[in-house]
């Protein structure tokens, strides 16, 4: 199959879980009637399709596309399969900056104080990193300035749950850590839209530069890439995404380090292709999860981030064995 098709394919998949989103949910809404309240947003059944149905659904889009793109980017960027978006920090330093304003009680007082927070917490977490590693900001040093913000950001979210003045607060923490796109309405899509679309245009503009790369550092400077400026392009470009997906979905793991990984042989050696590739395949996986969450236990609600773990712990596991028998 070629390069296109395989696009257009991912297309039209993420097209129809986008379309089975919006009319797969616990209110006994046919598919019809859904459809009809939809367009025309009349009574109950309008009211639960645009301001439930569709935010969550954008969202499913937005978060999953920029969770995969950025994976895919962390991958080429450091010509290693296992990393995934979370390792320069930004996550854990979103989920900081989310769980203070939970603890703090500014969530109840402003709508998007949380997100808020998340975005300023994913800010500070790459400006650490930037600092830590440096001028040069080898990827080595990256990586390590990565897990040491990301340990200290955890840190910090320990503590500020060992704190929690109350049990309901610190169940409230832990529900928002697990990741979940239920209750979220149009204005927290407005928000992080700005900066999934901007993280977008930033790194797929860096596929020709990782394309260089991956020939090695060397044959990439003799190619006329600036290494300097390929990795503040990466940095900058995944904390956009997933600082502002964070934000709004909370802490969702694996869909970065998992979809690249499976679409790799399918579009080639090429991390240029791979990109646009990851985004969909990141928003069709998400999309799928989340429409699962809501059949497999519409009475519990059980967590986006839980579900994407259970299927991307086992996988990434294999995958660690599966090189162990390689070298």
């Not at 039209?12 to 459809?35: D, E, K």
């Not at 990301?150 to 060992?162: D, E, F, Q, Y």
């Not at 986006?304 to 259970?310: E, F, N």
Request: hydrophobic share 60%; glycine share 12%.
């Amino acid at each position: 199959m070629s390069y296109r098709a395989i696009l257009i394919c991912l297309a039209v998949l993420v097209l129809a879980l986008f379309t089975a989103s919006l009319l797969i949910g616990p209110s006994g809404i046919s598919p019809l009637q859904g459809l009809g309240a939809l367009f025309s947003g009349e009574g109950a059944p309008g009211l639960v399709m645009r301001e439930l149905r569709l935010p969550r659904a954008l969202l499913g889009v937005g978060v999953g596309a920029a969770l995969g793109l950025s994976g895919a980017a962390m991958q080429g960027f450091l010509r290693n399969p296992l990393a995934e978006p979370g390792l320069i920090g930004t996550s854990a330093g979103a989920a900081l900056g989310a769980v203070i304003a939970i603890q703090t009680g500014l969530y109840a007082v402003f709508a998007l104080a949380l997100p808020l927070a998340a975005l300023a917490g994913a800010g500070v977490a790459v400006a650490l990193i930037l600092t830590l590693a440096g001028r040069e900001g080898r990827a080595l040093v990256l990586i390590l300035a990565g897990i040491a913000v990301s340990a200290l950001a955890g840190a910090a979210t320990a503590l500020v749950l060992n704190l929690a003045p109350s049990p309901y607060a610190a169940a409230e923490i832990v529900f928002w850590m697990m990741g979940s796109l239920a209750d979220r309405s149009m204005t927290h899509v407005l928000l992080a839209t700005p900066f999934l679309i901007l993280g977008a245009m930033i790194l797929l503009k860096t596929g020709p530069g990782l394309d260089a790369l991956s020939l090695g550092e060397d044959a990439a400077s003799a190619m006329g890439i600036s290494l300097k400026r390929l990795r503040l392009q990466i940095v900058f470009g995944t904390a956009l995404m997933v600082g502002a997906a964070t934000a709004v979905a909370g802490a969702v793991g694996f869909v970065g380090l998992v979809v690249p990984h499976l679409l790799r042989k399918a579009v080639g050696s090429r991390p240029s292709r791979l990109l646009p590739a990851s985004a969909l395949g990141g928003a069709a996986m998400l999309l799928t999860a989340d429409i699962a969450t809501r059949v497999i236990a519409p009475e519990r609600d059980l967590k986006l981030g839980v579900l994407t773990a259970i299927v991307g712990a086992p996988f990434f596991l294999a995958m660690i064995r599966k090189m162990g028998r390689e070298t």
